[in-house]
């Protein structure tokens, strides 16, 4: 299987439809949280809607990158949630999620092998691949957070 397709389907496992490493996926934790739930805080942790507005922080502004675009993002930027006060705005925010999951994955598929070699944005970012899995490694991370804390939230 060509490189591109395996951190494609990499992407898809965690993000959209997986089960094989962490048992779940962003897609099916988020999925029937009610906003309040969401936003709701324990302790110093981040909430659910704050560790979600954050991968998507990263997916939606690497994407650009991918279709030959700029990158545009800023790490200091990246947990800053807007409010979210009602279903509507957490559905929204999922939303854009799932359909910057789906486009970044399908942007990876199609990237053609040698560019997976070539620099990212600037030499210092090191390689197309590195970037994506490094964006793998991120989501897992944040991922095992978000079941935990959905877990707490829910067995209250």
Request: glycine letters at 6%; charged letters at 25%; a neutral charge.
């Given at each position: 299987?060509?490189?591109?397709?395996?951190?494609?389907?990499?992407?898809?496992?965690?993000?959209?439809s997986?089960?094989?490493?962490?048992?779940?996926?962003?897609?099916?934790?988020?999925?029937?949280?009610?906003?309040?739930?969401?936003?709701?805080?324990?302790?110093?942790l981040?909430?659910?809607?704050?560790?979600?507005?954050?991968?998507?922080?990263?997916?939606?502004?690497?994407?650009?990158?991918?279709?030959?675009?700029?990158?545009?993002?800023?790490?200091?930027?990246?947990?800053?949630?807007?409010?979210?006060?009602?279903?509507?705005?957490?559905?929204?925010?999922?939303?854009?999620?799932?359909?910057?999951?789906?486009?970044?994955v399908?942007?990876?598929?199609?990237?053609?092998?040698t560019?997976?070699?070539?620099?990212?944005?600037?030499?210092k970012?090191?390689?197309?691949a590195?970037?994506?899995?490094?964006?793998?490694?991120?989501?897992y991370?944040?991922?095992?957070?978000?079941?935990?804390?959905?877990?707490?939230?829910?067995?209250?």
């Open positions: 299987m060509a490189r591109n397709k395996e951190l494609a389907d990499r992407l898809a496992e965690v993000l959209l997986g089960r094989w490493v962490a048992n779940t996926n962003y897609k099916e934790l988020l999925e029937n949280l009610t906003w309040k739930q969401a936003t709701q805080k324990i302790g110093g981040n909430s659910i809607a704050a560790l979600t507005y954050h991968v998507n922080y990263y997916i939606g502004g690497m994407l650009p990158v991918l279709k030959g675009g700029s990158l545009e993002i800023r790490d200091k930027f990246s947990f800053q949630l807007p409010k979210l006060e009602s279903q509507v705005d957490w559905e929204r925010m999922t939303t854009e999620f799932i359909t910057n999951s789906k486009a970044f399908e942007a990876v598929s199609n990237l053609p092998e560019q997976l070699d070539a620099v990212f944005v600037d030499e970012y090191g390689t197309y590195r970037n994506i899995e490094g964006l793998i490694e991120h989501c991370y944040h991922l095992g957070q978000i079941s935990l804390l959905k877990k707490m939230i829910t067995n209250r």
